[in-house]
């Protein structure tokens, strides 16, 4: 079995597109704030210590096990810590502008094949949360 390349202008376009949203200011910053978390050995205990709990306590969560006011409370005090932390704040706050710009270019390249052509402004002010939400707006 092979995997077939994209088209060679496809290719190019997209690396170009790349090219773009790494050349921003923005995206320097976000790789700055990024970089400087992953050399904070603290941050990154405390930020895999909160996603760990918090994944356990959903766990439970969603099995129907309730949970204990120590476990909330151990969860709570975990999670100030890591915000109160500004590398790691400043992470996290790099991590959601990363997801935003991923989003971004992830809806208009599905408008692109939903429409059959390149998207404009008025494609996406159809007021509609997307494609098969069902909220008639």
Known sequence: MTTQIADPAIVEKTRELCQTIVAQPEFQSIRNRIDAFMADEKAKTQYQNVMEKGEMLQQKQQMGVPLTPDEISDFEKNRDALVSN??????????????????????????????GRAPTDQDFDSGSCGSGCGCHH
């Open 86 to 115: 500004p590398v790691a704040r400043d992470f996290i706050d790099a991590q959601q502008a990363m997801q935003k710009v991923q989003e971004s270019v992830g809806q208009y390249v599905a408008k692109t094949f939903e429409l």
